[in-house]
Each structure stands twice: as C-alpha cells, then as structure tokens.
C-alpha cells in the first residue's frame, strides 16, 4: 500500500497519466483528510476549480490541490509531535490519567477527521492549513464558546454523524464537528439545546 509521499510524488509526475494523477490525489485522502475523504476532495476541487467528478483536470490544479493538502498535513504532523511530546512530559511527571483533550485526539491520529464535516458541501473556505492552526490554537487555549475556525455562533448538536464521535456538536456556518474540548460546559449545553449561542 503506498504512503501519503510516495502517492503524493505520482501526482507531480508529468510522465504518469493524468487519470492516475487525479486517482493518487484521491488515494492521498486516504492518508490525511481533516474534514473527511468526502468533504476534502470537495473543497480541494472547489479550491483549485476542477469537477469533482473530471476525470481529466489541468494538472497545474491538481498539483495546486496537493500543495495545499501537503501544507495542512505538516501542519497536524507538527502538532502531533508536540503532542506526543507532552504526553511523555506528563508520564514521566506522574500524569496518567489523559484530559479532555488527549481523549480527542485518539480519535483523529493521522489527522483524519480532525475538523470532520459530516456535509462534504458544507465545510470552511479558507485553506486546510489556516483552518488547522485556528483549530490547534483553540486546543491550547481555554475553552469558549464559538466554532473555533470560524467564529460561528450557531452550534446544534447533531447525532448519527457519520464520524467518532457519532454526536456533537456542529457549526452550522462553517460545518466542523467542533471538538468538545474546546467548549465550555455551557456552550456544549446550549448546543444540545439547539440554542443560538452568544459569544461572551
């Protein structure tokens, strides 16, 4: 089974085949996909201006598509070593017992998932790697009460998501499964609520 790099390469080579270019950035999805295979191809096509479903697109887009794909993932590679790092930190401390966070983030190791989108045509406009930073920074931070990659107020909480947690919290703006951490006790509870949340 090829890697995200090895895959990634395929999709620069000018001498592979077009169709095979646009499959491997498929297969990449496979690999890293923040907001879902569905949902991420949808934005990198909406992005970079080729069909979903064009089986033929300018090259120059696709590569374009996975520039952007491959700047996301370093990224979330960074944060998951800072991440691990931590975690080392707090063993050795006498910290075993994980936070709210550390219980998140087994749930998106490899960064799949890690702002899901259960509507693939409903996800955030600004590129992966921004939308991962605003998210990251929300992971460091006290908790609020809006969408952390959009400042969205309308957070309805959702069940039957296609995604672990199969229920939470959504944005309705931006679409993001809104990791629970980075809520306060209240904003979770409006949101289960279905209540327009007010940012403080």
């Known amino acids: 089974m090829a890697g995200f790099r090895s895959l990634a390469r395929q999709v620069r080579d000018p001498r592979c085949d077009l169709a095979l270019r646009r499959y491997s950035l498929r297969k990449c999805l496979e690999r890293f996909a923040p907001y879902g295979h569905r949902a991420t191809w949808d934005h990198l096509c909406t992005r970079w201006g080729f069909d979903p479903e064009d089986r033929s697109p300018d090259p120059a887009r696709l590569v374009a598509a996975l520039d952007e794909l491959e700047e996301a993932r370093s990224v979330w590679l960074a944060y998951e070593v800072q991440f691990a790092e931590?975690?080392?930190?707090e063993k050795h401390d006498g910290l075993r017992r994980p936070g709210s966070v550390d219980d998140w983030h087994r749930l998106t190791w490899g960064g799949f998932g890690v702002a899901w989108c259960d509507d693939p045509r409903l996800h955030p406009r600004e590129p992966l790697a921004e939308v991962l930073r605003r998210l990251i920074a929300a992971l460091e931070r006290e908790p609020g009460t809006v969408c952390p990659v959009c400042a969205?107020?309308?957070?309805?909480?959702?069940?039957?998501?296609?995604?672990?947690?199969?229920?939470?919290?959504?944005?309705?703006?931006?679409?993001?499964?809104?990791p629970r951490p980075v809520l306060t006790p209240g904003a979770l509870a409006d949101a289960r609520r279905g209540r327009q949340l007010v940012s403080a």
């Open 86 to 89: 931590r975690r080392r930190k």
């Open 152 to 178: 969205g107020e309308r957070l309805v909480w959702q069940h039957g998501l296609e995604h672990e947690p199969s229920s939470g919290p959504v944005c309705a703006d931006c679409g993001i499964l809104v």
